[in-house]
């Protein structure tokens, strides 16, 4: 229980903003132990993401759920300002009550508060009384609430109730109720919460305050209405969930990450590649629409209006739930706006007219949509024609669904700019000229899809999995892409852009210390070493590698040598390129992945048939070993290569331990043949059943390579290409951890090395956690080379097997993400 006394209130003070107030409130927390003077920042940065106005001239101001470290002990502060303080338009505050709350003691102080604001004529009073003990007598009165046991609903006979109980630690306090509101507001139903003998309004942030629920409390929801059961549903699940009171997911300690110096609205998706970025936003279009009348029956063509119809609200409901929390309800309301458009009775009615008439549905929707905003367009009302302007944005949402697709090349300004896309195919991002790219932002995607390793590998900030209001942005206007944090930034003041050029130089700053040690080994602070090499596809980027302070190739990709052509290379092909790799890498190690191929991929010589899931079909070494001509070429120029540098080879998907025996043969074979000296000989741990079966084939192989982008996918049974899903594809699951772990065990026992090749091997926190389970080859894009041999060295082997235990405890990868790593 917190106790007030008159060190805690100050009275007759005055604040020209409201800025000035807050800084009083946390000055007065500082001054009575509460808090450390940082808090204070943190207490004004809340304020730019949620009013802390309750009303009757009463504000909470507080800080932010990431800060709580700064919190010494739970307290709260009155400050009373008898002139006022303008808070927003048309909000005075008299009375600040600053909050600094570790746990959930204030929520008491906090109810009471609340019940000051039903009383105006006390609120007032207290607003200007010259006796702090005035303040003190009403905040610490206890009103009666019951005997603690939830009164039945006798004045509502016919609601439906529901019990929930609070999760520990997460007390119904301002950002809790606000949420509660927003959910329960989404429905027609009247709700009320009761708690220990009192009752609320469940769509009132001020009443269900007055509850003073403390975490692990029992809430009791009621509802009558025709929605009452599904908002009862919704919410007991966001009850459960922490009503949007989460921790917030820091980047790692080490990793500089612009942060604005106000709420800036913001397009939240998946970090891919680091990096800032600022410029105009460019939307990537490689197709182009076609509307054709060419019907199938009737039956067929209202089919297909329906299912676009369907598939546009699906949308436009994504989108609205995207802008409501990242720029409040107001904001959003625009697309619930844009839905009801497609609910017009009408403009259904004379599509279905027109397409029973022998139209198809994309013409007959196009022709009905352009009647009526043409119609629109004639009237001379703001009102109307803005609303001409909705439905035409409605009108051609369905009709990209609705109509024929041609695709060309996609044109780009002659400017740099931020790319924006739905996705980006492997053939859009290998076109992509990295001079006019100055990032990357697509709506699907995950930190493993292709757009994700092609920025890492040509530097590019990148952010993917920002979903469908991504896709609603002008092409032309200026933001800032933060590819570290995963965010767009849109419409920056002249102040932001010129914060966010400061920060630029400072990153470079940052990055050309990293390069200039980038020859210095990854010795971790107590002499522990880890390898650190790159992936590569190319025989320029085996210099580049080099020169940017690898110490090997852990895995060449060959598949570049088979693509794009009419006929498979001859082996005297990819000797040359072995050759002139291994040359440039002046005796560093080369490992080599043989053909990984398969139905997902154009290689039209192959013959290979589609498949519905080409990555559980015929790819990797289950290719080659159906097509033993092209396997047993590109080991004969391997090995031939090999006579000239160090090589290793490194078989991809093996799953069983049949084919790598059966693919080690032919290398056998192949190497008597060409009379070439023995060679290590691994595999890619890519699937589940070779980490279940890793210590009988560390019995057999000379090394494992762990790919962690397809191991994911696989453990996590995520497509990590898929539109939606993608972005959960995360290689820092505690899920694939345990398999990394597992593997390395298995390794070790037989003596044998343990690299790691996928996309957590070039982020700093997967590289920490990596050397801590006992990975000794980190191999990642040439671009992560520099900071990650940075990051090691700045952390000793103990402490990152500290870290990697820990992350083996975690049961959720946003989990792993928030562990400490200094």
């Known amino acids: ?25 946390g000055q007065l927390l500082v001054e009575n132990g509460n808090i450390e003077p940082g808090y204070i920042e943190s207490m004004l940065g809340r304020e730019q993401q949620a009013n802390t106005y309750l009303g009757n001239g009463i504000a909470i101001p507080h800080g932010m759920p990431k800060d709580r470290e700064l919190i010494q ?68 009165q206890t009103p009666d609430i019951g005997n603690g046991v939830i009164p039945p609903a006798d004045d509502w006979p016919d609601a439906l109730t529901i019990d929930v109980t609070l999760p520990p630690g997460h007390g119904l306090h301002a950002r809790p109720a606000t949420f509660f509101v927003e959910v329960a507001s989404e429905f027609q139903a009247d709700i009320r919460v009761q708690a220990d003998g009192k009752s609320a309004n469940g769509k009132a942030m001020a009443s269900l305050l007055k509850l003073g629920a403390e975490g692990g409390s029992v809430l009791r929801l009621l509802a009558r209405g025709g929605d009452a059961d599904p908002a009862l549903q919704a919410l007991k699940e966001a009850v459960e969930q922490g009503l949007g009171d989460e921790p917030e997911i820091e980047a790692d300690e080490t990793t500089m990450i612009w942060k604005p110096e106000r709420e800036i609205a913001a397009i939240t998706g998946v970090a891919a590649a680091p990096g800032l970025a600022i410029g105009k936003l460019h939307m990537f279009q490689a197709s182009r629409i076609v509307v054709r009348d060419h019907p199938q029956d009737a039956r067929h063509e209202q089919q297909q209006l329906h299912h676009a119809l369907a598939t546009a609200r699906e949308q436009l409901n994504e989108v609205y739930e995207s802008v409501k929390t990242s720029a409040g309800r107001s904001e959003a309301a625009i697309f619930r706006a844009h839905r009801a458009l497609l609910d017009d009775p009408d403009l259904i009615e004379q599509v279905h007219g027109l397409i029973e008439a022998e139209h198809s549905a994309a013409w007959s929707w196009q022709q009905a949509i352009t009647e009526r905003v043409a119609a629109l367009q004639q009237v001379r009302d703001e009102r109307l024609a803005g609303r001409a302007a ?24 002659d400017e740099p700019v931020i790319l924006l896309a739905a996705d980006l195919l492997p053939s859009d991002t290998a076109r992509l000229d990295p ?14 899809s292709h757009t994700a390793i092609i920025a890492r590998s040509l530097g590019i900030p990148a952010t993917v999995g920002a979903g469908a209001l991504l896709l609603e942005q002008t092409s032309g206007s200026t933001a800032i892409l933060d590819g570290s944090a995963g965010k767009l930034y849109l419409e920056p003041t002249e102040a932001e852009l010129q914060s966010a050029r400061q920060f630029q130089c400072e990153l470079a700053q940052q990055r050309d210390a990293e390069y200039r040690d980038r020859y210095q080994p990854a010795l971790m602070s107590d002499g522990y070493r880890v390898e650190v090499v790159a992936n590569i596809t190319r025989v320029a980027e085996a210099q580049q590698a080099v020169e940017a302070g690898a110490e090997g190739i852990g895995l060449m990709r060959t598949e570049f040598l088979y693509l794009e052509r ?87 998907m093996i799953a069983t331990l049949e084919e790598f025996r059966e693919a080690k043969a032919i290398a056998e074979e192949v190497r008597l043949e060409i009379g070439a000296s023995v060679v290590e000989i691994g595999i890619m741990v890519e699937v589940p059943s070779t980490v279940w079966l890793a210590r009988e084939f560390a019995q057999e192989v000379d090394f494992f390579s762990i790919g962690t982008n397809d191991l994911t996918q696989y453990a996590l049974a995520i497509d990590r290409l898929h539109p939606t899903l993608a972005r959960y594809v995360d290689g820092l699951h505690p899920a694939v951890l345990r398999m990394i772990d597992q593997t390395v065990a298995a390794a070790y026992e037989a003596g044998k090395w343990v690299g790691v090749c996928g996309g957590i091997a070039g982020d700093p926190r997967g590289a920490i956690i990596l050397a801590g389970l006992g990975v000794s080859e980190l191999s990642m894009s040439i671009p992560s080379v520099a900071a990650v041999k940075a990051r090691l060295r700045q952390i000793s082997f103990t402490r990152a097997q500290e870290i990697a235990r820990q992350a083996l405890n975690c049961s959720t990868a946003t989990e792993v993400r928030q562990l400490t790593l200094v």
């Open 566 to 652: 009419a006929t498979p290379p001859t082996e005297d092909e990819q000797y040359t390129v072995y050759a002139k790799m291994i040359q440039a890498l002046n005796g560093l190690p080369l490992i080599i992945r043989t053909l990984d191929i398969g139905g997902d991929k154009a290689v039209p010589y192959l013959d290979l048939p589609a498949e519905d899931n080409p990555f559980l079909g015929v790819r990797g070494i289950r290719l080659c070993l159906r097509r033993p001509d092209l396997f047993r070429s590109q080991l004969r120029a391997i090995y031939r290569a090999a006579q000239t540098g160090p090589v290793k080879i490194m078989f991809p």
């Open 390 to 413: 909705d439905l035409n944005d409605v009108g051609q949402r369905v009709l990209r669904l609705l109509a024929d697709v041609d695709q060309e090349e996609a044109s780009m300004p």
């Open 73 to 140: 002990q739970t307290g709260i502060v009155v400050v009373q300002f008898p002139h006022g303080v303008t808070w927003n338009d048309g909000e005075v505050v008299y009375l600040v009550v600053g909050i600094a709350a570790k746990s959930d003691e204030h929520l008491g102080i906090l109810a009471r508060l609340t019940d000051i604001l039903d009383d105006n004529a006390t609120s007032m009073r207290l607003a200007r009384t010259e006796d702090a003990n005035d303040i003190i007598t009403r905040l610490s």
């Open 435 to 448: 001079k006019r790219t100055l990032g990357l932002c697509t709506a699907a995607g995950g930190p493993t």
């Open 1 to 25: 229980m917190i106790e007030l006394t008159t060190s805690h209130v100050q009275i007759r003070a005055s604040a020209r903003t409201k800025e000035e107030a807050i800084r009083k409130a």
